[in-house]
């Protein structure tokens, strides 16, 4: 069974940088796409980026588009998310999702969640 662990989420400044982790275990982490999706309060679950399983392919979400960079290590089962130039509607909880298949946006088609890790950036 697939499990993701997430870490590195806290509070920042409007302007400032965090950078996310997600362990994975269980299951051969390089066989799994793996992406982060968000969830505002009030707000449905969103896409920001996913990657190959072989890192070589990126799709992010036109909000994050050049401040946030989605990187993988297969040999530490763990994919990061940098966080650059941060606002405050990046506020939510994010969570890692993996999928063996799909590699698109829409969040009901990954298989396997993390618990989540809040993000708050103040004005």
């Known amino acids: 069974q697939v499990q993701l662990v997430e870490s590195g989420g806290g509070l920042v400044q409007a302007g400032g940088s965090l950078r996310l982790s997600c362990a994975f275990s269980?299951?051969?982490?390089?066989?799994?796409?793996m992406g982060w999706f968000r969830q505002a309060p009030g707000k449905e679950r969103e896409f920001v980026v996913c990657?190959?399983?072989?890192?070589?392919?990126?799709r992010y979400a036109d909000s994050v588009k050049g401040r946030f960079t989605i990187s993988r290590n297969n040999a530490k089962n763990t994919v990061y998310l940098q966080m650059n130039s941060l606002r405050p509607e990046d506020t939510a909880v994010y969570y890692c999702?993996?999928?063996?298949?799909?590699?698109?946006?829409?969040?009901?088609?990954?298989?396997?969640w993390g618990q989540g890790t809040q993000v708050t950036v103040s004005s």
């Open positions: 269980g299951r051969t982490f390089s066989n799994y796409v």
């Open positions: 990657i190959s399983r072989s890192g070589a392919v990126t």
């Open positions: 999702a993996a999928d063996p298949i799909y590699s698109g946006t829409y969040w009901r088609e990954y298989d396997y």
